[in-house]
């Protein structure tokens, strides 16, 4: 299959990993005091930036552009709100944790957390917060070839290794 580039208007990717079954590019993404989302990246599409937005202005609180949906806009897939400042995500593929199978897991800069989102097809249905009691910067979620996962704590300097619960 040939390379193919397209273009697409997002803000600021912070994350990306290719879906294990689909081979679909999912990024997450920055917005401004609420608004961080996750979207599948597809040719020609407009994710909405800066008109439509979950976002809020930082100094005045206001929301930015036009609101949050629109006909011609496609619609991320989650939305955090407040902001988590997202870094780092990974599909969790490994057997190391089973009942974690096929879930996609994203670092936080804010919040202190790892969220860990349960998808049904292209839905996210569910979101766990976890590692919420370390109080740390989790920077970036990587699963190892021993089928756990990696984090690097940015708080701390150092890298966590998740086993099963």
């Known amino acids: 299959m040939p390379l193919q580039f397209f273009v697409t208007l997002t803000r600021d990717v912070q994350g990306a990993a290719l879906h294990p079954q689909s081979g679909q590019l999912w990024t997450h993404e920055y917005g401004p005091q609420g608004g961080d989302e996750v979207n599948i990246i597809l040719p020609d599409r407009n994710y909405g930036w ?41 599909f969790y593929t490994g057997n190391a944790i089973p009942q974690w199978q096929g ?15 349960e998808l049904n097809g292209n839905k996210v249905v569910r979101e766990e917060r976890l590692l919420m009691e370390i109080g740390h910067r989790i920077r970036d979620v990587r699963q190892g ?10 708080t701390a300097g150092r890298i966590l290794r998740l086993e099963r619960p």
């Open 145 to 154: 070839p021993d089928g756990k996962l990696y984090l690097l704590d940015e």
């Open 50 to 90: 800066p008109v439509i937005t979950h976002g809020r202005e930082y100094v005045t609180g206001f929301h930015i552009g036009e609101g949050t949906e629109r006909a011609d806009v496609t619609a991320p897939l989650h939305v955090w709100i407040p902001s988590i400042a997202p870094s780092g995500m990974a």
């Open 103 to 117: 879930s996609l897991f994203v670092g936080a800069q804010r919040g202190s957390l790892l969220a860990r989102l």
